[in-house]
Structure formats: structure tokens, C-alpha cells
């Protein structure tokens, strides 16, 4: 007898999902960026990979965090810039102002506590840049089917996140 082989997604909707979620952490920038700045309490934990492709900052900030750096946009950050596919701004950082550019594919994690709003994303995949060999092993995602009881969760509802 033949197994049936699970249907493949060739429209690779979990990705796009991303990618739509990914437009709300711009849109919510957008708005923060506006004349007036970010309205009321809000305000946002944003954590990203230091490491991603078109992550850019001060060498010495950037070593610091070699993995994942989460930074707040409250009351001090100047120069916010959300562009199509990445954010700038500057923020203090032991008193000097220190500017990030950030790519949205980098961001894994959108908070904003004031309205105890989450996003969590996957993270991007980072290469070690002295290994190059690595890359292609590392691409492939397609990996045989786990035990259904461990894999994580394909859907992610939004309701736990919102204020009743």
C-alpha cells in the first residue's frame, strides 16, 4: 500500500501571512513617525535579528547583541523613518544617539504593552559570514513530518491579544 504524501503549499501562505503581519509593524511605524508622534500610552518593544541580512548600526551597539536586540520607541527616539521594506530611527544608547536601520523581514517580535497588542514572527535565517558552505545547507525548510502533538501551531489567532 501507498502513503499518501501531505499537500504541499505551493502558495506558500505562511509566508505570506508574514508578510501581511509584517505590514501592520509598518503601518503602526507610519503612524508613530506622523506629526505629534505615537498617540496616547501607546509605545513599542520591537525586537529583531542583529544579524539579518540588511540590519544596519554602530559596530560596537551591534556586537553587543549578537543574536536578537529588542528596542523601545517611547519618549526618546528621533529620526524615525518606516520605509517600504525597513524602518530607521535613532535612539540613545549610554547617552550617545546611535542610528538603526532595520529591515522588517529582521523583526521578530512587535509589542506595544500599552494596548497588550503581540506579534510574533519567524525569525529570518542568518548565515554565518565567514562559513558561505553553510548557506546550503541551512536553505532548505522541507523537513520530514514531525509528530502532529509537537509541531507548532500553523494559525495564530489574535483574539488572546486584545482587551475585552
Known sequence: ???????????????????????????????????????????????????????????????KYPDEMTIVLQHQY?????????FTVTLKFGGEPKKLSVPYAAVTRFYDPSVQFLLQFEAPAVEPAIKP?????????PAPPKDEASDEPKVVSLDQFRKK
Open 1 to 63: 500500500m501507498s502513503e499518501d504524501k501531505p499537500p504541499q503549499d505551493l502558495m506558500h501562505y505562511e509566508a505570506m501571512a508574514q508578510d501581511a503581519l509584517r505590514g501592520v509593524v509598518k503601518a503602526a511605524l507610519k503612524r508613530a513617525a506622523a506629526p505629534g508622534g505615537l498617540p496616547g500610552a501607546h509605545h513599542f518593544y520591537i525586537t529583531f535579528k542583529t544579524e539579518a541580512p540588511g540590519v544596519s548600526g554602530p559596530p560596537d551597539l551591534l556586537g
Open 78 to 86: 528621533w529620526d524615525l523613518g518606516p520605509g517600504e521594506t525597513f
Open 133 to 141: 558552505a553553510a548557506k546550503k545547507k541551512a536553505a532548505p525548510k
